[in-house]
């Protein structure tokens, strides 16, 4: 099973809302990553949890609260977003926390802040 | 930060044709990565090559470090190859991994 799977696909909320999204993989890896990706424009990393540990947080607000319950399983919480927020919001996860490893890509979830 | 370009930024094939993506970086990098991602957003990670040529199927890749470009070769291409073509990189002491900027296919039947 070479599979991550995202949840939900689609979000719409307002600015006043809370919403989690989700992200899992049963392929026994040990890293996991949340990546923005506006439209047009390349994925840009946000988060990198190795071995269940926030390892990497590329100075993203604090509006974006990521959490890691166990080594299948990554949430990214939201509160309080700005329409700038909408994007393509894809997970991630590879062997281990190298950069070598290759990353397999969930499908991402399109958010809409309104 | 490193600079990632690629070119073309857009590309128009008829089914069949084959081509040439290329990818330049501006400084010494310890890995490169191509991806596809296609028109609904899923990414797949099509070669890992640092450097060197590799050959799956219908696509290839090489990588001249010492150079500071990559190359994909997309051959008697499909409507199914029509997508986003992203080359990244990463470097020694840089916790990220850089994203170019992207070639946009797609193939006509």
């Known amino acids: 099973d070479t599979e991550v799977t995202q949840t939900p696909k689609h979000l719409v909320m307002g600015m006043t809302n809370k919403k989690s999204l989700k992200c899992e993989q049963h392929m026994g890896h040990r890293a996991m990553y949340w990546y923005k990706q506006k439209a047009k424009k390349p994925p840009e990393l946000m988060f990198v949890?190795?071995?269940?540990?926030?390892?990497i947080n590329e100075s993203v607000p604090s509006r974006f609260s990521p959490e890691c319950p166990n080594s299948s399983l990554l949430n990214l919480h939201l509160h309080a977003l700005q329409p700038e927020d909408s994007a393509l919001y894809l997970c991630?996860?590879?062997?281990?926390?190298?950069?070598?490893?290759?990353?397999?890509f969930g499908p991402g979830t399109r958010l809409t802040v309104l | 930060g490193i600079q990632v370009e690629q070119s073309p930024p857009d590309l128009i094939l008829q089914e069949g044709a084959n081509s040439t993506l290329r990818c330049n970086f501006s400084?010494?990098?310890?890995?490169l990565q191509w991806f596809h991602q296609n028109p609904w957003g899923q990414l797949i990670n099509l070669f890992y090559?640092?450097?060197g040529t590799k050959q799956n199927g219908r696509l290839s890749a090489t990588t001249v470090a010492t150079e500071r470009y990559s190359l994909l070769y997309i051959s008697s291409s499909q409507t199914t190859d029509s997508g986003v073509y992203f080359c990244?990189?990463?470097?020694?002491?840089?916790?990220?991994?850089?994203f170019g900027t992207g070639t946009r296919l797609t193939v006509i039947p």
């Open positions: 991630a996860s590879s062997q281990a926390g190298q950069w070598r490893d290759t990353q397999y």
């Open positions: 949890y190795s071995y269940e540990k926030l390892s």
């Open positions: 990244a990189v990463d470097q020694t002491g840089a916790n990220n991994l850089f």
């Open positions: 090559i640092p450097s």
């Open positions: 400084d010494s990098v310890n890995n």
